[in-house]
């Protein structure tokens, strides 16, 4: 590899491997009509299906249904998933998942049902106590003993990639923060990504999920290079998420093409079919790409910001729980990140910016940062995002609680490709409060 990937040479000592996990996945219109085949190819003859309240009346559930029963499969029902999961609403849904007695898992919906579905096998199939395998220091990090059931995954909007990934994300109530699962045993076992789906996604629901497709990307090509990762384990041990490596960074420079063409489209149109199947393709892409590269500073620092604002609603979203949508908190901390990191990669940052369509003729290593978060302002400014923290009602005042919001994420932060500590995050904070 090193040779056409100098960055990746190998150093004295470090691990000349990387390993790339994937569902096998069918992508294409009208495919959620094949869960019912795939279910019965993996000998599957009862099935819990996973779904939201919003969706569990609608046509996509209906057509994986019908599917399923015209296949011969049994299927149970449960509707009572949390937008945005905690450990509550994870630990009731594994309940279920213990007394339904099926032998395989369908989920449809977005990140929030597909999540929910993965702990709910994991806890139903390697049953222990719940803190047993969320990620240490919150939890105690312990490896998935074995295998789960089978999971079918059927992706509802166009952002997470969570159909590809081993990585389920929660809300831990008593610390107020988020934190999760992250095993190679939790990757679905197919993904059905079908890009008529998001024919029913409010405009909101669209930006947002397309922006934390968009930072997946970003954060797998400027993650710590994966021969310079701190977890230094090899074999099956090796960690998920491995730093930036080849596999990462083609699938992410691809996923930030489609963002720069069509993300603006797909949110202004629903009827821009073209905009809306790439953006679905993206982030699967996207979500391949850093389920092995692992994210960093965007996502730890929105975790923050999800966990101190919760007096909002979001149009789109469902009225009964104020939240900040997941993608949003991600983008409003980006142009403040990339401006802080690129010295320490200039090169990745311009491809990065030229990946998501900026003129990179004349920048110099000095401007990448600025170029980058430049192009991303005008992709916020054109799908209407809150421009920066302010937006949501946060000040200087609120810059140490929104660094102590980050602190339960230095698992995630030190994948980011210069080390950060606490005055750094009230930087940070600080320069994503206003952007224009
Ligand atoms: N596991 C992973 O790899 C991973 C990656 C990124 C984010 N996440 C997590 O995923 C969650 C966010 O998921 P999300 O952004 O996909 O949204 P979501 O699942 O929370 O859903 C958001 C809203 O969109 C609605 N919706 C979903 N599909 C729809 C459709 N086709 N038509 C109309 N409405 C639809 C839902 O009912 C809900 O009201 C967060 O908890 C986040 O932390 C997980
Ligand atoms: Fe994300």
Known sequence: MACCHADFAALEGSDRGFTIGMPTFTFGAGVLAEAGDNAAELGLRRVALFTDRNL????????????????????????????????????????????????????????????????????????????TYVNAPIGAGQRVPGPVKPHIACPTTSGTGSETTGISIFTLTSLNAKTGIISRRLIPTVALVDPDVTRTLPANVVAATGFDCMSHALESIT??????????????????????????????VSALQSVGQYLVRAVDDPSDAEARTEMMYAAMLAGIAFNAAGCHLPHGLSYAVSGLVKDRHIEGYPAAKPLIPHGMAVVLNNPSVWRHTAPAHPTRHLRCAHSLGASIVGATPDDAGEVLATRIIELMQATRMPNGLAALGLNETHVDALAEGAEPQYRVIKNAPIDVGAAELRTLFKSAMRYW
């Open 56 to 131: 569990v009346d609608g046509a996509h559930v209906a057509k994986v249904r019908a599917s399923l029963q015209g296949a011969g499969v049994n299927c149970v029902v449960y509707d009572e998933v949390a937008i945005e999961p905690t450990d509550r609403s994870l630990q009731d849904a594994a309940r279920f998942a213990r007394d339904a007695n099926v032998d395989g898992y369908v989920s449809v919906g977005g990140g929030s049902v597909i999540d929910t579905c993965k702990a709910a096998n994991l806890y139903a199939t390697q049953p222990a106590e719940f803190m």
């Open 223 to 252: 993650a710590r290079l994966y021969p310079r990762r701190l977890n230094p384990a090899q074999g099956v041990r090796r960690p998920v998420s491995q730093g930036a490596n080849p596999f990462s960074d083609a699938l992410a």
